[in-house]
């Protein structure tokens, strides 16, 4: 059973930084599609970065040059690093992941079927 497990979360003030971390468990397919996704108190989820196994990204227009995703495939481990923090950016983040291709939108929460459990982040002013 695939597993997503999240940490990394905390609060900071603004300017400062932050890494997100998700290791998953529990899968053999040799493509996977992960992202952070986030979701601040009566908004909707949205997408914030996500890469595919081949290294290729995408990244929402709020967070470019200040957020880069990565990933770790020896230890099958997903990061965010998270830089110059905004107060706009707190929110309850959650890494997800998909083995289903094409992914033709992947900032669109509705192609992952896999789901972390979420970490808050908090940027204060």
């Known amino acids: 059973q695939v597993q997503l497990v999240e940490s990394g979360g905390g609060s900071v003030q603004a300017g400062g930084s932050l890494r997100l971390s998700c290791t998953v468990y529990?899968?053999?397919?040799?493509?996977?599609?992960m992202g952070w996704f986030r979701q601040a108190p009566g908004k909707e989820r949205e997408g914030v970065a996500t890469?595919?196994?081949?290294?290729?990204?995408s990244y929402a227009d709020s967070v470019k040059g200040r957020f880069t995703i990565s990933q770790d495939n020896a230890k099958r481990t997903l990061y965010l690093q998270m830089n110059s923090l905004k107060p706009e950016d707190t929110a309850m983040y959650y890494c997800?992941?998909?083995?289903?291709?094409?992914?033709?939108?992947?900032?669109?929460?509705?192609?992952?079927?896999?789901w972390g459990q979420g970490t808050q982040v908090t940027v204060s002013s």
């Open positions: 997800a992941a998909t083995f289903r291709f094409p992914v033709v939108a992947p900032l669109k929460s509705s192609y992952y079927n896999y």
């Open positions: 529990g899968y053999a397919y040799s493509r996977i599609c």
């Open positions: 890469i595919d196994s081949d290294g290729s990204t």
